[in-house]
C-alpha cells in the first residue's frame, strides 16, 4: 500500500526539516515540494558533505522522483543554479526533476517590491529573505500570477508579463520611489530558459496520482515552521504561505485522505531568523553559548538566528494546527554542555495562563511571561549517538518530558548533523 508521509517545521524553520528528509527518503519513491520558494534553506550533510538546496527537494540524493508541485513559488534562475551545481557532483535531473505547470513564477519586479516593502517598514521590517516570496504569492490570490506553463507560450506569456510589470512598476516608481524593472530585458531572460525547462514541466497531480496508484511512498517535504504561517503563525511576522500539513494538500491537488502521517521536526530548543515574537529568546550567555555550538546562521541568508529554551506552549499548538502524529527532535547534542536546561510551559500575565500559544494581538502576547520547568543538564557528549539506550539519563528525561508535555510521541531524535546521526525508535514508512 502507498504511504504518504508529511513533514513539516514546528517551530519558526530551520529545525533540521533538509537533514530528516534526506535519511528518510531512502524508503521513498518520490519527494515533493509544495509551499514556499527559495526563501528556504535546506542543509544535507552525507558522509561530510554539506549540500544546501533552497528548491529542489532534500530527497535528490536517493533514486526517487523530486517533485516541485504547484503550491511552490519558482525562481528559475535559483532552480537552475541549484541543478548546476548538483549536476557537478554527478546528479542527473531528467526523468527525476519534475515541475508542475501551476507554479507561480518569481520574476525580478516581486523581489524589488520585497526589498522596497521591507525598506519602507523600517524598523517594523519583517526581515525577509528577500526573495519576493510574499509579492509572488500576493500575484497569486490577485489572479494576476503568471504561472510555468505560460513560459511555454511565448505570445501570452509577454501578454501577462506586460500586465504585471506595468504593475510593478507603477508601484516601484510611484509608491516606493525606486527604479523600474527593465520589462524587455526580464522578457528575454525568462523566455530563454523556456527550452531547457520545458521537459520538466507537467501536470504534477496527475503524476502524483499515478504515482500512489502504483504503490508508491511519498513524501511530502515542508519548508519554513508552523508558526510562520500566513493564518496561523505570529502575524505579521510570518511568510506568504500555509506552512501547516495542510498545505501539503492544497499544495499538490493530492486530497486530504492521501496523507497517512505527519511527521513534525523540533529543535531541542528554539531558533528564530528575522524579526517577530519570541516568548522564550535568550539574549544572555545562554543564547550565545547555543548560537556557537550549533551554528545558528540562517542558511539561506546567512543572518545569525535568534536562540531561546524550548517552549512548548508553541509547540502543543504546532501538535494542533499539523496534526503532527509522530516528532523528530534535532540537534539534542547541542544542549551537551549546558547545566540546566529549561522548557517553557506556560504563558502568563496577571491572572491569565495559557498552555497553548494563544491568538491574541501581539501586544498582548507581548505582556505574557513563559513560566518554566527546569532539567537537570546531562554535561557529556551525545553527539553521533544512534542507540537510544546510550543516551544519558538526564538527555533521556529531557526527551521524555517534551514527549509527555505535548502528548505526542518522539519517534526520531539527531544528535548531529550528518545523516549518520540519528535515533530512530519508529519507522515512518513501514
Ligand atoms: P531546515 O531548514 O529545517 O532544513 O534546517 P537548516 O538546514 O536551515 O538548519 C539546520 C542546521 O542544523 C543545519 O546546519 C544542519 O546541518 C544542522 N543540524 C541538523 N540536525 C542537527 C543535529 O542533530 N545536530 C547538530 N549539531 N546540527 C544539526
Ligand atoms: P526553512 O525552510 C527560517 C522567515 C524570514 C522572515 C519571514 C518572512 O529553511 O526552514 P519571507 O522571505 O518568507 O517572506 O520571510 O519568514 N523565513 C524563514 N525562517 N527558515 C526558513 O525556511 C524561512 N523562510 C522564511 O526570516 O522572518
Ligand atoms: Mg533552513
Not at 521590517?125 to 505560460?150: F, Q, S
Request: aromatic share 8%; hydrophobic share 35%.
Amino acid at each position: 500500500m502507498s504511504k504518504s508521509v508529511i513533514v513539516v517545521g514546528a517551530q519558526w524553520g530551520d529545525e533540521g526539516k533538509g537533514k530528516v528528509i534526506d535519511l528518510l527518503t531512502k524508503n521513498c519513491d518520490a519527494v515533493v515540494r509544495f509551499q514556499g520558494g527559495h526563501n528556504a534553506g535546506h542543509t544535507l550533510v552525507i558522509d561530510g558533505n554539506k549540500t544546501v538546496l533552497h528548491l529542489i527537494p532534500s530527497g535528490i540524493f536517493n533514486d526517487v522522483d523530486c517533485i516541485i508541485a504547484n503550491g511552490v513559488v519558482l525562481h528559475i534562475p535559483t532552480l537552475f543554479e541549484e541543478i548546476k551545481s548538483l549536476e557537478s557532483k554527478g546528479i542527473e535531473f531528467i526523468n527525476k526533476l519534475h515541475l508542475s505547470s501551476l507554479c507561480p513564477l518569481i520574476l525580478p519586479s516581486h523581489i524589488a517590491l520585497d526589498e522596497a516593502r521591507e525598506n519602507t517598514l523600517g524598523n517594523q521590517a519583517i526581515g525577509t529573505t528577500g526573495r519576493g516570496i510574499g509579492p509572488a504569492y500576493e500575484d497569486k490570490v490577485a489572479r494576476r500570477a503568471i504561472h510555468l506553463m505560460d513560459l511555454l507560450d511565448e505570445e501570452l506569456f509577454k501578454d501577462k508579463l506586460n500586465n504585471l510589470m506595468n504593475y510593478h512598476n507603477f508601484l516601484l516608481t510611484n509608491l516606493y520611489k525606486v527604479n523600474p524593472i527593465n520589462e524587455e530585458e526580464v522578457a528575454d531572460q525568462w523566455l530563454s530558459f523556456a527550452d531547457t525547462i520545458e521537459p520538466y514541466v507537467k501536470d504534477t497531480t496527475q503524476y502524483l496520482d499515478s504515482l500512489i496508484k502504483n504503490d508508491s511512498n511519498i513524501l511530502y517535504e515542508g519548508a519554513q515552521g508552523a508558526l510562520l504561517d500566513i493564518d496561523h503563525g505570529t502575524y505579521p511576522f510570518v511568510t506568504s504561505s500555509n506552512t501547516t500539513a495542510g498545505a501539503a494538500s492544497t499544495g499538490t491537488g493530492i486530497g486530504p485522505r492521501q496523507f497517512n502521517s505527519v511527521l513534525g521536526i523540533i529543535k531541542a530548543y528554539t531558533t528564530r531568523v528575522g524579526s517577530g515574537p519570541f516568548p522564550t529568546e535568550l539574549n544572555d550567555n545562554i543564547g550565545e553559548h547555543i548560537a556557537k555550538v550549533g551554528v545558528e546562521f540562517g542558511a539561506t541568508t546567512g543572518r545569525p538566528r535568534r536562540c531561546g529554551w524550548f517552549d512548548a506552549v508553541a509547540a502543543r499548538k504546532s501538535i494542533i494546527n499539523n496534526s503532527i502524529s509522530h516528532l523528530c527532535i534535532t540537534k539534542l547534542d547541542v544542549l551537551d554542555d549546558l547545566d540546566e536546561i529549561l522548557i517553557a510551559i506556560e504563558y502568563e500575565h496577571e491572572e491569565e495562563t495559557y498552555t497553548t500559544y494563544p491568538a491574541v494581538s501581539l501586544s498582548k502576547l507581548n505582556k505574557f511571561k513563559p513560566r518554566y520547568k527546569r532539567y537537570k543538564g546531562w554535561k557529556q557528549s551525545t553527539a553521533g549517538i544512534t542507540d537510544f539506550n546510550k543516551l544519558p539519563d538526564e538527555a533521556k528525561d529531557y526527551i521524555s518530558a517534551i514527549q509527555s508535555m505535548l502528548h505526542t510521541k518522539v519517534s526520531m531524535i539527531s544528535t548531529g548533523p550528518d545523516r549518520a546521526d540519528i535515533i530512530i525508535m519508529d519507522e515512518l514508512f513501514s
